[in-house]
């Protein structure tokens, strides 16, 4: 990982707001060994909207929450270990969180990065954490979607959380829970060009 920077990028964001996105994304989190970043969050900053967008990948399914920063410095990306980062968040005080990018230089050009989290309790002993920024941005599994497929059908879409949910409770008692037969553990979503969306569950008897 290439340093961009001589200063350390920075910024802040409430503990309620980082430990909320972390929950949302960990849901796509994996125990994936062969795929060390399945593991991780990638974490990345916008300075012009002020905003943290967290990302989480199992291959099967990608969630990105975000959530308002401050006092942001610079543009970033790193991944970080999920299960060590929720639990280091969870334990911390209600207060005000500062993420700093840590790059040491080495003799090649490029750096070893960590991130430390400073915490300020209300006893004004500061905490930290520092771990390293494990591999490189490119290591994170993307899922490439795009508008359509070349007969046309669209296999990316927007749909309202309101009727995604009445979809789900309409379909949910047709879910197998059985792990040997994964075709009907899920939602089958079908959707063709200037008909709405349907979606499907089958638990082979149902």
């Known amino acids: ?47 012009e ?26 543009d970033m990306a790193f991944m970080a270990p999920g299960k060590k980062l929720m639990e280091y968040i969870s334990k911390s005080e209600n207060e005000d969180l500062q993420i700093s990018l840590i790059a040491e230089p080495l003799n090649d050009g490029s750096a070893n990065v960590s991130y430390s989290i400073l915490t300020q309790s209300t006893t004004n002993k500061s905490r930290k954490l520092s771990l390293p920024a494990k591999y490189g941005t490119d290591d994170f599994p993307v899922i490439k979607m795009n508008a359509s497929k070349s007969d046309g059908h669209p ?10 949910l009445e979809m789900l409770f309409r379909t949910v008692y047709a879910i197998s829970d059985d792990n040997l037969r994964p075709a009907g553990t899920g939602l089958n979503l079908t959707s063709m060009p200037r008909n709405p969306i349907k979606a499907s569950a089958c638990m082979w008897h149902i």
């Open 1 to 47: 990982m290439k340093a961009k920077n001589s200063t350390n990028p920075s910024f802040i964001i409430a503990k309620s707001e980082f430990d909320k996105v972390l929950k949302i994304a960990s849901r796509a989190l994996s125990d994936n060994k062969i795929i060390p970043a399945c593991e991780m969050f990638l974490i990345e900053t916008n300075t």
């Open 155 to 164: 296999i990316a879409f927007t749909i309202p959380s309101p009727d995604f």
């Open 49 to 74: 909207t002020s905003r943290l967008k967290i990302t989480a990948c199992d291959l099967s399914m990608s969630i990105s929450p975000s959530a308002n920063i401050r006092d942001c410095s610079l």
